[in-house]
């Protein structure tokens, strides 16, 4: 898994690039999943942490923002599945995301 590949280095913020923005405007420019659990990316510090929005085993109660590891992410295993980036990727706001792929039901 590489999101080098994908030309999203260069362009992403920065880590606190976007601290400003208001959480539903902040542009979601990569996606990583494993089954029902989802790692939506928003700034990087270019090596390996991201900082972005995290929905665990579809539970959109506990879901939050936060800081997440790429090393972490490419470790993690549940059986013989791995976390995947998807492929096809539109950057997009974070309240399109979540009206699209979760029916709007963030916290805001």
Known sequence: MTIKSKGLVPRMPRLYDTEDTPADEKLIWAHFFIGDSHWYAAEFDG??????????????MNSEWGYF????????????????????????????????RHGGGWLG
């Open 47 to 60: 090596k390996d942490t991201f900082f972005g929005y995290a929905v665990l085993n579809g539970d959109m």
């Open 69 to 100: 590891s790429l090393a972490e992410l490419t470790e993690l295993r549940v059986g013989p599945l791995v976390v995947c980036i998807e492929d096809r990727w539109l950057v997009r706001e974070f309240r399109e995301v979540m009206d699209e």
